[in-house]
């Protein structure tokens, strides 16, 4: 949030997310992390010679979680995917073998919104098409508010549901 990629606009969304967080944890609900995880060699990669800005190496402090959001719940109750790329090879995995099976909502925030977010929310769509998948953008950040902006009109075009925009 606000490390090599770090935004403005992403430190200013702590706030609501972690009263979302909040709501959600008082709520029951089940909450997953995707963390952008990548290795030393990250700028030999394909996402590193388009983006050559290292970032969320494995096991640094900028690849960490926020530390309001670490502090605010128990992580061990709740599942994380560690993905590589955009979007989580892994939660796809898991909808497509039925871990998911039953949900009736499912709601993203986070950063990049025109990178990840996005990317996560089109996998999850494409997987469970009947499923509303819903974007909160007041807990979204992009690279720039533009790019935000236009992830969200892009979303909305494949039926994301657009909240707080």
Known sequence: ?????????????????????????????????????????YLKTQEGKNL??????????????????????NLDRH???????????ELAKDIM????????QIELIGI????CVISNAMLIKTLLPEVPVLVDAACCAGVTPDSH????EAMKMCHINIENA
């Open 149 to 152: 902006q236009n992830a969200l």
């Open 52 to 73: 050559p800005v290292e970032h969320c190496i494995a096991h640094t402090k900028g690849w960490e979680l926020n530390d309001r959001i670490k502090a605010l719940i």
């Open 1 to 41: 949030m606000d490390g090599a990629l770090g935004t403005k606009e992403a430190v200013q969304i702590i706030d609501k997310v972690v009263a979302k967080i909040k709501a959600y944890e008082a709520n029951g609900e089940s909450i997953i992390f995707t963390m952008d995880t990548h290795s030393a060699d």
């Open 112 to 115: 990049c919104t025109d990178i």
């Open 79 to 89: 599942k994380i995917y560690e993905k590589i790329t955009f979007g989580s090879s």
């Open 97 to 104: 073998n039925g871990l998911y099976e039953g949900v009736t």
